[in-house]
């Protein structure tokens, strides 16, 4: 149940927030503890940055409830930037072999190896080959 001592904390303080601080007033159900500003996010963001944080791994979107949106409030460097990200993830199209992939080839792949002692002229089949790690010798891949 809850009760005019249950606090709760708004973060921006736009129009909408406003709009947020009427409803809750009139509802009498919360108290409003307090809510961030800019300045406040601010402070959160040189936390992150004196605890050691990389200031390029912190991306902050600006959100406004104001239609359109002043270009001066749009984050366009983050945004672009996601999307240059997410067309490097999609790639050309052609699936090929990586750089990250090429280097481990050989250890994730296979290659046919006796799993018993085979003798001359006996035909190769599944009760005494198998396919083991690196792959250095024959492809275990059908070939053709």
């Known amino acids: 149940m809850t009760g005019i001592n249950d606090k ?19 509802e009498c159900k919360f108290q409003i503890a307090g809510i961030a500003d800019l300045g406040e996010i601010e402070d959160a ?5 004196d605890s050691g944080t990389p200031l390029e791994n912190i991306t902050v ?5 104001e239609y359109p949106t002043p270009f ?9 930037q996601a999307i240059r ?11 090929h072999p990586s ?26 089949s599944a009760a005494n080959i198998t396919a083991k790690r ?7 891949m059908p070939v053709g």
Do not use: Y
């Open 61 to 65: 979107l600006h959100c406004n409830t």
């Open 72 to 80: 001066e409030d749009v984050n366009l460097k983050a945004m672009t």
């Open 85 to 95: 990200n997410i067309e490097k993830a999609l790639g050309n199209g052609i699936k």
């Open 8 to 26: 709760i904390l708004l973060i921006g303080g736009g129009g909408h927030c406003k709009s947020c601080i009427d409803v809750i007033e009139q």
């Open 99 to 124: 750089q990250s992939e090429v280097k481990i080839k050989l250890i994730v792949r296979k290659s046919l190896v006796a799993s018993q002692p085979i003798k001359t002229g006996e035909q190769f």
């Open 134 to 140: 690196p792959g250095t010798g024959i492809s275990p």
């Open 45 to 49: 963001l040189d936390v992150l940055a």
